[in-house]
C-alpha cells in the first residue's frame, strides 16, 4: 500500500503524465505496478483562489492479477506552518483522513469510492511549510472500472477528512476524454476482485489435525481488514499480500494446532484457536485474528 502511494507522490505534483495508446502514465521501478490516469485540476489554480491541485489514478499490480486501486494525490499551497497545524487540527487528523472518499459523476450515474489508506505530507522548503500532499488509497471493483470506461466525468469530489474538493468537468474537453482514454487502457482481463461469501454460505465444518496441511493450503482474508491476504501453497510458502502488495515472503510448517514461519518481516508462530473449512482463528502474541478462505 504505501509503495502505491509512494510512486503516485513522487510524480503527481510536478508531472502531468497521460496515457497515449494504452502506455501507462506510471510505472513502477519494478514494473509490476501501471498507473493509468493523469491530473483533474491543475494549472488554473496558479490562477485562482484555490491553490489546490489534484491527479487521479487506476494502478494495477501485476496486469490486475494482484489487484486494482484508485489512487489520488491532492496538493494545497498554505502560508506557514500555524495554517499547516490549523489543518491538522481541523480536519487532516487521521481520524478524519480514515473517512476520505472519492465521489465521481458521470451524466446519469456516479461511483463513490472509500479510502484505505489516507495520509498527509508537508512540504517544505528551508523550514518552512509551504503546503501539503494528501495520498488516497481506494478499492476499485470491476464494476466501477467498466463506468469509467463508458461514461465521461462531469464532476470529480474529492472529501479529504470533512473537507470537500470539486471540480465540474465539460465531458467534451481534452482533459476528460484524456482521462477516459486512460481509463479504457485498465486490463479486466485478469482483474482480482475480492470476493467474500455471505455467512450463511460459509462451510463452518471443523478440520481435523490430520488435514490442517492440505487445507491450509489457498488464500485468506482478514476478517477485520480486507486488504491483509495470506497465501499458503503446497510447496511450504507463505506470502502475505497488504491492498495487492507482498509485504512478507517466506515458508511455513505445521506441527499439530501451531503455524511456524519465516518471513521477510518476522519469524514467529501462532497457535490455530479454531480451523473449520472456510474460517480459521490464530492467535498471536495474546490476539486472535479471524480469516476466511476466499
Do not use: H
Amino acid at each position: 500500500m504505501k509503495k502505491i502511494l509512494l510512486i503516485i507522490y513522487t510524480v503527481a505534483i510536478s508531472v502531468n503524465l497521460y496515457s497515449q495508446d494504452c502506455t501507462p502514465a506510471i510505472i513502477s521501478k519494478d514494473s509490476t505496478i501501471e498507473y493509468y490516469g493523469g491530473t483533474v485540476r491543475g494549472a488554473e489554480s496558479l490562477l485562482s483562489d484555490d491553490k489546490t491541485s489534484y491527479s487521479f489514478y487506476i494502478a494495477q499490480i501485476e496486469k490486475g492479477k494482484r489487484g486494482t486501486f484508485a489512487v489520488a494525490t491532492l496538493f494545497e499551497s498554505i502560508e506557514n506552518r500555524k495554517e499547516y497545524n490549523n489543518a491538522i487540527r481541523d480536519y487532516l487528523n487521521q481520524t478524519t483522513l480514515n473517512k476520505s472518499y472519492i465521489s465521481i459523476s458521470f451524466n446519469d450515474s456516479e461511483l463513490t469510492i472509500p479510502a484505505t489508506s489516507c495520509t498527509v505530507k508537508p512540504e517544505s522548503t528551508l523550514g518552512s511549510i509551504y503546503g501539503y500532499t494528501i495520498s488516497f488509497q481506494g478499492n476499485m471493483t470491476k464494476e466501477m472500472i467498466v463506468k469509467l470506461k463508458n461514461n465521461p466525468m462531469v464532476k470529480f469530489k474529492f472529501v479529504v477528512g470533512n473537507k470537500p474538493y470539486e471540480k465540474t468537468l465539460k465531458s467534451n474537453s481534452k482533459k476528460v476524454l484524456k482521462l477516459q482514454k486512460a481509463m479504457n487502457c485498465v486490463d479486466l482481463t485478469n482483474f482480482f476482485e475480492l470476493k467474500k461469501k455471505k455467512s450463511s454460505e460459509l462451510n463452518l465444518n471443523e478440520v481435523t489435525e490430520d488435514n490442517y496441511s492440505t487445507e491450509i493450503i489457498g488464500k485468506w482474508v482478514l476478517q477485520s481488514d480486507n486488504n491483509l491476504i495470506l497465501e499458503f501453497n503446497s510447496q511450504n510458502e507463505i506470502i502475505i499480500y497488504n491492498s495487492g502488495n507482498i509485504v512478507s515472503e517466506g515458508t511455513y510448517k505445521l506441527l499439530k494446532n501451531r503455524l511456524i514461519y519465516t518471513g521477510t518481516i518476522k519469524n514467529g508462530s501462532s497457535v490455530f484457536e479454531l480451523f473449520l473449512k472456510d474460517m480459521i482463528i490464530l492467535k498471536e502474541d495474546g490476539k486472535e485474528y479471524t480469516y476466511e478462505r476466499i
